[in-house]
């Protein structure tokens, strides 16, 4: 069965008019807003022309995430939804090697969606990306909709970090990597930001007071 990706848009302000050149803010590209459609249950209708307040649907040709801000010119960029530290971490894997194709696809277009927050060890790279959620039924949802939408089963293997804090350290990435107590990890976040993950609050307070001098936070909107 072909599935069609749709992205929910609302105007703020201003006339939307099919096939009308916009720019992406987020990566920075001049695209083509086409494919527009409102949807009633199952069916849905072209739509030309919209106004403020109104909701479109996109099929999803473009690489639009969450929060998103699209405009006539650039420079317009309005707030992200907030981001906060995820305490369940784990680690998915596909089972079946014979549908990769579909499990990396249905991976990479949920992951798009902000289901759970994405995180690189660099030095763990074989293992893929390493899931953040606030609350272990967004694990749950992940795996749901990997199976249903995609045929794709999975394999979660959960980690024992419970705290995670943004970084702001004049440091690099080894010297920040050797003062980390056992079992604390280095890793990046999608935006290549540097976050430390603890195993107790315990770890987490006692790195605090040693290095005073390393800024952690609990949302990267706080790093600015």
């Avoid at 599935?3 to 987020?26: L, N, P, Y």
């Avoid at 991976?107 to 759970?116: Q, T």
């Avoid at 976040?189 to 936070?217: C, E, M, N, R």
């Amino acid at each position: 069965m072909h599935r069609d990706r749709i992205a929910f848009m609302r105007v703020c302000s201003g006339k939307f008019t099919r096939d009308m050149d916009a720019f992406h803010t987020r990566t920075g590209k001049r695209i083509r807003l086409s494919g527009s459609h409102t949807l009633f249950g199952q069916s849905r209708e072209i739509v030309d022309e919209a106004y403020a307040g109104d909701i479109l649907g996109f099929v999803a040709k473009h690489d639009f995430h969450l929060g998103d801000t699209i405009s006539e010119e650039p420079g317009i960029v309005f707030h992200e939804i907030p981001r906060f530290a995820p305490e369940h971490f784990a680690f998915l894997s596909n089972p079946q090697p014979a549908k990769h194709k579909p499990f990396r696809k249905g991976l990479e277009h949920l992951l798009s969606e902000n289901i759970v927050q994405v995180f690189h060890i660099k030095d763990m790279m074989n293992y893929g990306p390493l899931l953040g959620a606030v609350g272990p039924l967004q694990f749950e949802v992940l795996q749901y909709r990997l199976k249903s939408e995609y045929g794709a089963e999975s394999t979660l293997e959960k980690k024992n970090w419970v705290l995670l804090r943004w970084v702001k350290s004049e440091r690099n990435s080894d010297s920040l990597r050797d003062l980390l107590p056992f079992g604390a990890q280095l890793a990046f976040d999608d935006k290549d930001q540097p976050v430390l993950l603890f195993t107790s609050q315990w770890a987490l307070d006692q790195f605090a007071a040693k290095y005073a001098d390393i800024g952690l936070f609990d949302s990267p909107s706080q790093l600015s």
